[in-house]
């Protein structure tokens, strides 16, 4: 399964609200997660169930979507966003990664 | 609370053979599939494979079977990945990782292991 994520990156201010997509290229149902990656660093998973945020993840965060198109969506950004965003569908093995939103602040 | 702890930097000549670890604390090891991610320098994340640790079932994506071995000591909380010989485009930071429940999510990582081959 080939997940397309877009923007490949973008630029956004302080304050703002931010979507990034994920399309697959099959139905995945609401099998796929989301992960915050910052430079150095391991990911960080954000999403799971398309739409269930993980313990601990700031509300600002959320995610939607069914079948094969998703968002991430991103309300009143802050400069610890500063990050790459992927999607990963949990459907059909292999657990295939978008290849990933570079959000610039 | 979780931790994976992989193993340090690795820098190695083409051909060689190579195991990275990853030992995990804070919950049952055997209970939870865990899996590798390969990241290539300035690119996005590869999915490996996992393994369930409790009897060593092994899922691998078809484009690292046959290059790399999963494998898992319970006595130890310990995950591994190997190499029988590394090619120069093996080069790249590999990261374990935790399935989360209810969904097969990654919800815990490790540091990632650097892995460097070059002549």
């Known amino acids: 399964i080939q997940l397309t994520q877009s923007p490949s990156s973008l630029s956004a201010s302080v304050g703002d609200r931010v979507t990034i997509t994920c399309r697959a290229s099959q139905d995945i149902s609401g099998y796929l997660a989301w992960y915050q990656q910052k430079r150095g660093k391991a990911p960080k998973v954000l999403i799971y169930k398309a739409s269930t945020l993980q313990s601990g993840v700031p509300s600002r965060f959320s995610g939607s979507g069914f079948g094969t198109d998703f968002t991430l969506t991103i309300r009143s950004l802050q400069p610890e966003d500063l990050a790459t965003y992927f999607c990963?569908?949990?459907?059909?093995?292999?657990?295939?990664f978008g290849q990933g939103t570079k959000l610039e602040i | 609370e979780v931790q994976l702890v992989q193993s340090g930097a690795e820098v190695k000549k083409p051909g060689e053979s190579l195991r990275i670890s990853c030992e995990a604390s804070g919950y049952i090891f055997t209970t939870y599939w865990i899996g590798w991610v390969r990241q290539m320098p300035g690119k996005g994340l590869e999915w490996m494979g996992i393994?369930?640790?409790?009897?060593?079932?092994?899922i691998y994506n078809p484009s690292f079977q046959g290059q790399v071995t999963i494998s898992a000591d319970k006595s130890l909380n310990t995950a591994y990945l190997q190499w029988s010989s590394l090619k120069a485009s093996d080069s790249a930071v590999y990261y374990c990782?935790?399935?989360?429940?209810?969904?097969?999510?990654?919800?815990?990582w490790g540091q990632g292991t650097l892995v460097t081959v070059s002549s």
């Open positions: 393994i369930y640790p409790d009897d060593s079932d092994t």
């Open positions: 990963q569908q949990l459907h059909n093995y292999p657990h295939t």
């Open positions: 990782a935790k399935h989360g429940i209810p969904a097969a999510h990654f919800d815990s």
